[in-house]
């Protein structure tokens, strides 16, 4: 008998899905084990600049208070791999509890596995305590609101969604090119 599990809605700040997304763009040929479970995430992921996301919203340098099946609270820090510094109080985004936790809401729970074949768990959030922003953030003026567009999961979403979001890091004006190969 397959059940379906309701999930809860994901809410991303643009600079953590452009970096996510080049993240699981290298894991391609890799075969990284949660590569898949990290771009589900993303592609059903809603967009937010930085500026305007919720405050009680998980991501990335947000300090995230949550339980694993009713177990006791635990509190970290959500951190990229690369940005690491310490271990037992930081918790990386690409593990499998961290994509679980990443873009959900206060009182949100998410099932998550932490290997293919292992006993699905739960991981409820309960409270988001702060959050450091990006250095240079662009004016909240400027922002898509996140309500305007409800993504579906298929790939054109994702890659218009990065090209979005990556004009908006990468305006214009800026002299950078950036090109996305090897995407299917």
């Not at 177990?71 to 940005?83: A, I, S």
């Not at 567009?149 to 305006?171: G, K, Q």
Request: charged share 25%; glycine share 4%.
């Amino acid at each position: 008998m397959n059940t379906t599990i309701d999930l809860p809605q994901v809410t991303i700040a643009t600079h953590d899905y452009n970096r996510l997304v080049s993240v699981a763009a290298m894991e391609h040929n890799r075969r990284k084990p949660h590569r898949q479970f990290l771009m589900s995430e993303l592609r059903r992921a809603e967009l937010c600049h930085p500026d305007r996301l919720p405050d009680d919203v998980v991501s990335t340098n947000a300090k995230v208070t949550y339980r694993i099946n009713s177990g006791r609270p635990m509190t970290h820090v959500l951190v990229h791999p690369q940005d690491l510094l310490w271990p037992g109080a930081e918790l990386s985004v690409l593990t499998p509890l961290g994509i679980a936790l990443l873009g959900l809401r206060v009182g949100d729970r998410m099932p998550f596995r932490t290997s293919p074949d292992g006993p699905l768990h739960e991981v409820v959030v309960e409270d988001v305590q702060f959050r450091l922003l990006p250095d240079k953030s662009e004016a909240a003026g400027n922002a898509r609101d996140p309500s305007d567009h409800r993504p579906d999961n298929s790939w054109d979403d994702l890659d218009r969604r990065l090209d979005e979001a990556l004009m908006e890091t990468f305006p214009a004006s800026d002299p950078v090119s950036v090109i996305v190969c090897g995407r299917s």
